[in-house]
């Protein structure tokens, strides 16, 4: 089943995306690009993008020109997608990724890249990807992906519950095949060191206070919905904890943590110089 995603969604968790992102990372990423972008600008290539938030978050981070293909099968999302600054061009291709997800690669472009995606894709989709990746050389930095951690300031016995149930729900398929879900970050690392890359990893938490209520009602509603899928039986039980969760979050008087991961993979050749 593939699953879609409205902008306004999109718009809701992009500043807790931003602001849960590492910098180190990208960091890192910027100083191995020095004095590796050839031609006019530097060309990126963004799966999955949405209406642009990883463009959003990167393009002020990163030498510029720059020149980025944003790639999703959502027409209406990446229309919304626009320029963030001046000397930042913009291509957008309306794809499906599910077939073959190396075909939609420039072919040489020093950067892949993809938020909040690698929890959706199966581990035959990522390998088929990597590899294309592999194959032409290219950095790739995957941010946002899920880890199955769903923490409260103050833990209750249905939490865990809860957390079993969706991270179940998590690995059913997105329209990308069976999908990784909280073993995406690991999985996607263990595959690139495969490819010889240096791999760095970093934790990417949401962190949910009053101050996100609306974003953390969003998130509970969809994680006890999911959760009622799987666990059809225990239904009432979970909208009761949904609700007493999010009036809890609008109050103050919890606080929420949602575990995700950046990934950032180095070809080995770069590290040869
Ligand atoms: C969770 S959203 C993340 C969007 C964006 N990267 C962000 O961080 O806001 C996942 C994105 O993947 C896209 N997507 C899902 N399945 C896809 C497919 N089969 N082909 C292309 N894009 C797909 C969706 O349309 C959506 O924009």
Redesign the pocket.
């Known amino acids: 089943m593939?699953?879609?995603?409205d902008a306004d969604w999109?718009a809701l968790?992009?500043p807790a995306?931003h602001a849960a992102r590492s910098d180190a990372l990208v960091a890192m990423l910027g100083a191995a690009l020095a004095g590796r972008v050839t031609g006019d600008a530097l060309r990126v290539t963004?799966?999955?993008?949405?209406?642009?938030?990883?463009l959003r978050y990167l393009a002020p981070r990163l030498p510029t020109p720059q020149h980025w293909r944003l790639?999703?099968?959502?027409e209406g999302?990446l229309q919304r997608a626009a320029a963030p600054g001046p000397g930042v061009a913009l291509e957008r291709r309306v794809?499906?990724?599910?077939a073959d997800p190396a075909a939609a690669l420039a072919g040489d472009e020093p950067l892949v890249t993809?938020?909040?995606?690698l929890d959706?894709v199966s581990e035959a989709w990522l390998a088929r990807l990597l590899e294309g990746c592999a194959r032409q050389g290219t950095a790739v930095l995957f941010?946002?992906s899920y880890d199955g951690r769903i923490r409260w300031s103050d833990p209750q016995p249905l939490d865990a519950e809860l957390e079993d149930a969706v991270n179940r729900h998590q690995r059913s398929d997105?329209?990308?095949g069976p999908a990784l879900g909280p073993t995406a970050a690991s999985v996607c690392a263990a595959r690139l060191e495969a490819h010889g890359h240096r791999v760095e990893t970093r934790a990417s938490d949401w962190r949910l206070d009053a101050g996100q209520a609306k974003l953390g009602a969003a998130l509970i509603d969809g994680w006890v919905d999911a959760a009622c899928e799987v666990v059809p039986d225990r239904a009432a039980a979970l909208q009761a904890w949904g609700e007493s969760r999010a009036r809890a979050l609008a109050r103050g008087e919890v606080e929420l943590v949602v575990g995700h991961q950046d990934v950032l993979g180095l070809p080995p050749a770069w590290a040869r110089g």
Not at 2 to 5: C, G
Not at 46 to 54: E, F, R, V
Not at 114 to 117: F, I, K, P, T, V
């Open positions: 593939t699953e879609t995603f999109l968790r992009e995306d963004d799966l999955g993008s949405g209406t642009g938030s990883n790639v999703d099968h959502d999302l794809t499906d990724l599910a993809a938020a909040a995606l959706l941010a946002l997105k329209g990308l």
